[in-house]
């Protein structure tokens, strides 16, 4: 069927992406203001770029949010793998609805129920295991991990269901043991889903602020949580600078995804 | 002649499903064996069984004199060649030739050599640095046999090995395919559906249906003495009546079967003559008809007639005569 | 047929280990934490049973958060007033999801990606970033209000923000990809053939939507509407910076019964019952997960 040019839907089509978009184009856009007032335009300017980086305090809680998202995001690839196998080829085993509602659940869960409950249940470690530091950028590590986990399941059973059984029997069949035949078939097939898993881990963890809020230590405070105390009190042109390095910075990561991994863009949507 | 595999009383269940029950079969030293079956009916269960893919409910394989029931695929000294050919999609065709080699510890300028003489074996020594995506589906095909080769396995496995490939393209596969089995003088098995396939390249062929062997014969013997008439159904247009309605009746009870292309026709009636009836329909074949004759005992009979024999084509209503020598009627089980 | 019984295991282990832990157990403090109360101590709440010289001589668990929770309007409002919102905002996402997803199904192949990516994109941009970007424009001093007293369509700014339109427009843009996804992925798999038939069997294009397209794509309108509302009805971060102080919703009640009051029993408490609440639309998602081929 040929789109009609101007068919209800192609409309809304395309009202709905100016929805999407424009938001984000005022952002950009006022971040170069040179006004100290947010709406009012004076003139091109960069001065809010050289606050954000003198800014000591943002820059230490952007430090911890890399640190996080990069362990966190790994963490979560090598869960998300093992529970996609799982899914994807082992059939059916004592408990698989179970574990598959549990693994999934985090896709919707709201982030205050997550929170919260990792949250108590890091102080009650604390409480029974003297040997437990106490809270900080690891017991985020793991809260973010855990719900990363999931997306990174779904996209790399989606991959490995669209896989043909048969290119692993070959390799069995050509006298490869198991471990040979994930390590040289099934991983470097599993490549783009694993970049692409990685990327969406990484980028949901650098944007988590409520499960932070919870479990961070108080010397871990994470960037979204210094953000989100700053607007707060309303809206300031340092964070519009912030916003637009966030929204450039998710554009170049994705460009180098997909050409470092050409078909990990059109992995990056995961079926939910 | 001794045998390479023997299958002894095997059976396979998918669930509810029995997809291989309780077959025996003996595979010989470098023959070439054709498992032909409709689709379901075991056939490529029966090969993955060989394979290691798939284990036995029960039943054993013996391969090359030992018991590898139980034995997992990589430590079979066979090979298989899938029906999707199943190539390593990230790796080049010499890297996918290569890949068994590696398996069995072989390296350095033994695993060149290797490569380099199964790519020959096969006329793909050029492409060797191309991905699969990058050849064409004749390419693809005979990458994946040059894949099986270079291990130089006892027994070939092939999948329904012409299924991906063109009309023209089969034909010429086919004939590659026993050039190969000739000169390299390894066992071959193949599965297909396709019964013409089937009586051009084996030896012998086994024929299955419903996860049971119904016979295991050479192609000519299945074509004149098949085993039932399941068989016979098989291999080409045949007549099959209740022995009880046949003309010239040979046998009081059963089947009895009779190919088209036996039974003569013609217009006037002879001493010899079975039986008699009208022409309803005919069928142009090109270098024959296959025409439809109405008895006068209300029997169809189906009759080749080849467009050569000078007579005026037969046209539907014509009255004719039918004949066939007693020996052309086989008496068969249902 | 990957691996033999202890690769398996060692797979198959890993995920049960960790949701175990992480997922399981979490549930069960949260659980024992809801039946006790607040207290002046590190951490802030009562111990679950009572000693007396290293033993324990009774249980100090009581059901008093329950009964607050229950009898105080404010807890009772906060839940339905979420689950309404929750609603409403779905069906506003359904209405302006569905023909978005319909026209990139119906739109050329190569395009479908590109709009695809382009419905995603912002997905992968802060989610904080993006409901600051609405501050900024719904403002009495914002973007949209200066447009519209300059072209004299208003005299004075519009209250916009800190407003129940601003959480709705906030929860409409924040999950717009989750709704336009699953129904995409339904509609993509529509067969034109089937829209050609019913017009050769004389429906008219409308007809032929509410009698073919719109049955068809039942099960991408149910995840569709799910996956937006069971993360709906639990936000806090939409109502706090978009939503004024009488935006009541059970995300920010929990909020400041946990961070403000240090009310931490009482916060289980309400936990509790929101997972309640929400486990029947998540089992519902779960189920049609995995029928999905």
């Known amino acids: 069927m040929k789109p009609q040019r101007f068919s209800p839907a192609g409309v809304a089509l395309i009202l709905g992406l100016a929805f999407l978009y424009l938001p984000l184009a005022v952002v950009i856009g006022y971040s ?51 529970a996609g196998i799982v899914f994807a080829r082992f059939g059916k085993f004592r408990g698989r609805t179970a574990l598959a509602g549990m693994i999934a ?67 069995a069949d050509l006298g490869a043991r198991p471990g040979a035949v994930f390590l040289h078939i099934t991983l470097p097939m599993l490549k783009p889903a694993l970049i692409a898993g990685w990327l969406l881990a990484f980028v949901l963890s650098l944007d988590d602020l409520v499960i932070a809020s919870f479990v961070a230590g108080p010397q871990s405070t994470t960037l979204p949580m210094v953000v ?14 912030l916003a637009t390095l966030i929204i450039v910075g998710t554009l170049v990561l994705l460009a180098a995804a997909a050409w470092i991994g050409r078909g990990a863009l059109k992995m990056k949507t995961p079926r939910l | 002649m001794t045998s390479v595999i023997r299958i002894a009383a095997v059976s396979k269940r998918f669930g509810p499903s029995t997809a291989v029950d309780d077959v025996t079969l003996d595979i010989r030293e470098n023959e070439f064996l054709a498992l032909l079956g409709a689709s379901g009916c075991g056939k490529t269960t029966l090969l993955r069984l060989i394979a290691g893919l798939e284990q036995p ?79 064409s589906g004749g390419q693809r095909q005979r990458v994946a046999l040059a894949r099986c080769l270079a291990k130089r396995p006892k027994v070939l496995l092939l999948d329904e090995p012409m299924a991906a490939l063109d009309k023209h393209l089969r034909e010429r596969t086919q004939l590659e395919l026993m050039a190969l089995r000739a000169r390299l003088g390894i066992t071959f098995v193949v599965v297909t559906h396709d019964q013409s396939e089937a009586m051009a390249m084996a030896d012998r062929v086994a024929v299955m249906e419903e996860g049971r062997i119904l016979q295991v014969a050479p192609p000519r013997e299945l074509y004149e003495r098949p085993a039932n008439a399941r068989v016979a159904r098989f291999f080409g247009d045949i007549n099959l009546w209740d022995a009880a309605a046949a003309p010239r009746r040979p046998h009081p009870a059963g089947i009895v079967a ?40 209300g029997l169809t009979v189906r009759v080749l007639v080849r467009s050569d024999e000078g007579a005026p084509p037969f046209t539907p209503g014509e009255r004719v005569y039918l004949t066939w020598p007693a020996s052309a009627m086989m008496a068969l089980d249902p | 047929m990957i691996g033999t019984a202890w690769h398996r295991r060692i797979v198959l282990a890993l995920p049960w280990l960790w949701t175990g832990l992480f ?56 839940y339905l007033s979420s689950v309404k919102i929750g609603a409403i905002a779905t069906f506003i996402t359904l ?35 993006r409901i600051y970007a609405w501050m900024g424009l719904l403002r009495p001093t914002g973007l949209i209000n200066s447009a519209l007293l300059s072209l004299g369509v208003i005299d004075e700014p519009l209250l916009l923000l800190n407003t129940p339109f601003a959480v709705y427009l906030g929860i409409v843009y924040a999950y717009l990809p989750f709704m336009v996804l699953p129904l995409y992925a339904r509609l993509e798999k529509l067969d034109p053939a089937l829209l050609e038939a019913a017009a050769d069997l004389g429906a008219k294009p409308w007809r032929a939507f509410l009698g073919v397209t719109l049955p068809l794509s039942r099960p991408g309108i149910l995840a569709g509407c799910l996956l937006v509302f069971i993360p709906a009805v639990g936000e806090f971060v939409i109502p706090e910076l978009l939503g004024g102080p009488n935006t009541l919703m059970i995300g920010k009640v929990l909020w400041s019964e946990f961070f403000s009051n240090r009310d931490w029993p009482m916060a289980s408490a309400l936990t509790v019952v929101l997972l309640v609440l929400l486990v029947a639309p998540i089992m519902l998602l779960q189920a049609r997960r995995e029928d999905a081929p």
């Open chain 2, 57 to 135: 409910d029960s039943g054993a394989i013996f391969i090359g004199g030992d018991n590898m029931t139980g034995t997992p695929p990589y430590a079979r000294p066979v090979n298989m060649m899938f029906q999707s050919y199943a190539l390593f999609p990230h790796m080049t065709v010499a890297d996918n030739v290569a890949f068994g080699l590696k398996q069995d510890g072989i390296s350095g300028a033994a695993l060149t050599a290797r490569v380099k003489e199964a790519l020959e074996g096969v006329e793909l020594e050029t492409l060797g640095t191309r991905k699969p995506d990058q050849l």
């Open chain 3, 23 to 78: 997922f399981l157990l979490p549930f069960a403090f949260v659980l024992k934490i809801s039946f006790s109360e607040a207290a002046l101590s590190v951490p802030p709440y009562s111990d679950f049973f009572a000693y007396a010289g290293g033993a324990i001589v009774g249980l100090k668990a009581n059901l008093a958060n329950y009964q607050l929770l229950l009898s105080d309007a404010l807890y009772v409002k906060a």
């Open chain 1, 228 to 241: 989100f105390s700053s607007i707060r009190l309303g809206v300031s042109p340092k964070i519009n600078a």
């Open chain 1, 32 to 82: 170069f203001n040179a006004s100290k007032l947010v709406t009012v335009w004076t003139g091109f300017s960069t001065r809010w770029y050289g606050e954000l980086l003198a800014d000591s305090q943002l820059m230490a809680a952007a430090r911890n949010s890399l640190v996080v998202a990069l362990v966190s995001a790994t963490l979560a690839v090598v869960l998300g793998t093992a």
């Open chain 3, 95 to 129: 209405l302006l999801g569905y023909p978005m997803a319909y026209a990139i199904a119906r739109a050329a192949p190569q395009r479908r990606n590109v709009f695809l990516v382009l419905v995603m994109l912002p997905f992968w941009t802060s989610f904080l970033i």
């Open chain 2, 258 to 297: 009779i190919r088209p292309e036996r039974i003569h026709m013609s217009r006037t009636p002879g001493s010899d003559t079975v039986c008699e009836g009208t022409v309803a329909d005919v069928a142009y074949l090109g270098t024959a008809s296959t025409c439809f004759v109405t008895t006068t005992t």
């Open chain 1, 105 to 171: 659940a985090p896709l919707v869960l709201p982030d205050v129920i997550a929170g919260i409950s990792l949250l108590l249940l890091f102080v009650a470690a604390e409480q029974t295991f003297a040997w437990m530091p106490g809270r900080g950028l690891f017991t985020v590590i793991i809260a973010h991990a855990g719900f990363t986990m999931a997306y990174v399941a779904v996209i790399v059973q989606a991959r490995l269901k669209g896989m043909e059984r048969e290119i692993e029997e070959a390799a």
